[in-house]
């Protein structure tokens, strides 16, 4: 089971000394991934459901990511998650594969619907509409990638008679979320599954509706298996945790540093958690 990091483009530690300095330990400490959050804006002031309050910083993850990539070597880069009916596919096809090309392949774009109606509202996407561009997104970007001459005609996006290039190398795809339509969507169109859990028995519930999905939609040879991504929040997994979910077949175990940390308390965080490796 590999260990990984997420959510340091947000609150405190998000000053670029800061970001290269938990990066390369991330790296020294045999971390597989650095996984970056996204909200474009927020709700203020924040509803009692929502985790983050609007006056914390959040860097857009594309943005982190590419710094992230110039400070490392070996760390996988993902989003977790863009939301993704937020974004133009074009573009976001575009920005995808110039951050994997400048990385060296190491980028993984991981994808949700989003949960936010302000936020929808704020970028002009209606909340209704939000799962279906999001399958149509995914469709759009991986026409864009792969084919010999991209076409694509859809509700949410048209284009013919172009092309672009670099291609990402053999481009990973991450759907998160916990309903029924995300687990569908992982199946269909993910290479792997994106959750968070509170412990093991949230997580066999997320595992049955994704052994339900796969019982309800095709899954393409090209995906192979589905992986399993997952972060233990609000707590920092303790090894008996660790070893629950390794278990029950996680394939990378990813830390969420406590909601305040500050840069050194994060540095401690993920060395504490490197030990269950």
Do not use: C
């Given at each position: 089971?590999?260990?990984?990091?997420?959510?340091?483009?947000?609150?405190?530690?998000?000053?670029?000394?800061?970001?290269?300095?938990?990066?390369?330990?991330?790296?020294?400490l045999?971390?597989?991934?650095?996984?970056?959050?996204?909200?474009?804006?927020?709700?203020?002031?924040?509803?009692?459901?929502?985790?983050?309050?609007?006056?914390?910083?959040?860097?857009?993850?594309?943005?982190h990511l590419?710094?992230?990539?110039?400070?490392?070597?070996?760390?996988?880069?993902?989003?977790?998650?863009?939301?993704?009916?937020?974004?133009?596919?074009?573009?976001?096809?575009?920005?995808?594969?110039?951050?994997?090309?400048l990385?060296?392949?190491?980028?993984?774009?991981?994808?949700?619907?989003?949960?936010?109606?302000?936020?929808?509202?704020?970028?002009g996407?209606?909340?209704?509409?939000?799962?279906a561009?999001?399958?149509?997104?995914?469709?759009?970007?991986?026409?864009?990638?792969?084919?010999?001459?991209?076409?694509?005609?859809?509700?949410?996006?048209?284009?013919?008679?172009?092309?672009?290039?670099?291609?990402?190398?053999?481009?990973?795809?991450?759907?998160?979320?916990?309903?029924?339509?995300?687990?569908?969507?992982?199946?269909?169109?993910g290479?792997?599954?994106?959750?968070?859990?509170?412990?093991?028995?949230?997580?066999?519930?997320?595992?049955?509706?994704?052994?339900?999905?796969?019982?309800q939609?095709?899954?393409?040879?090209?995906?192979?298996?589905?992986?399993?991504?997952?972060?233990?929040?609000?707590?920092?997994?303790?090894?008996?945790?660790?070893?629950?979910?390794?278990?029950?077949?996680?394939?990378?175990?990813?830390?969420?540093?406590?909601?305040?940390?500050?840069?050194?308390?994060?540095?401690?965080?993920?060395?504490?958690?490197?030990?269950?490796?």
């Open positions: 089971m590999d260990l990984s990091v997420q959510g340091l483009n947000l609150r405190n530690t998000v000053g670029p000394a800061e970001t290269t300095r938990l990066a390369r330990l991330a790296e020294d045999g971390f597989r991934g650095w996984w970056a959050s996204e909200h474009v804006v927020l709700p203020s002031p924040p509803p009692e459901d929502v985790p983050m309050n609007p006056l914390e910083p959040i860097l857009d993850p594309l943005v590419s710094f992230v990539a110039a400070v490392t070597e070996r760390l996988q880069l993902g989003t977790a998650i863009v939301i993704l009916p937020q974004r133009n596919p074009v573009v976001l096809a575009k920005q995808v594969a110039s951050l994997d090309h990385s060296g392949g190491r980028f993984t774009l991981g994808v949700g619907a989003g949960y936010l109606e302000p936020e929808m509202t704020a970028v996407v209606p909340m209704a509409e939000r799962g561009r999001t399958d149509e997104y995914l469709d759009a970007m991986h026409a864009l990638w792969t084919q010999p001459s991209p076409a694509f005609d859809g509700k949410f996006a048209k284009f013919a008679n172009v092309d672009a290039h670099p291609k990402p190398a053999g481009q990973r795809i991450v759907v998160g979320g916990h309903s029924p339509a995300a687990y569908r969507r992982a199946v269909s169109r290479h792997g599954w994106y959750g968070v859990a509170g412990g093991a028995d949230d997580l066999r519930r997320s595992l049955d509706g994704l052994r339900k999905a796969a019982d939609v095709e899954r393409p040879e090209r995906l192979g298996r589905l992986r399993i991504h997952l972060v233990q929040s609000p707590t920092t997994p303790t090894r008996a945790e660790a070893e629950a979910y390794r278990e029950l077949g996680v394939d990378e175990l990813v830390l969420f540093p406590t909601h305040g940390s500050t840069p050194a308390e994060v540095a401690r965080e993920m060395e504490e958690f490197s030990k269950l490796g």
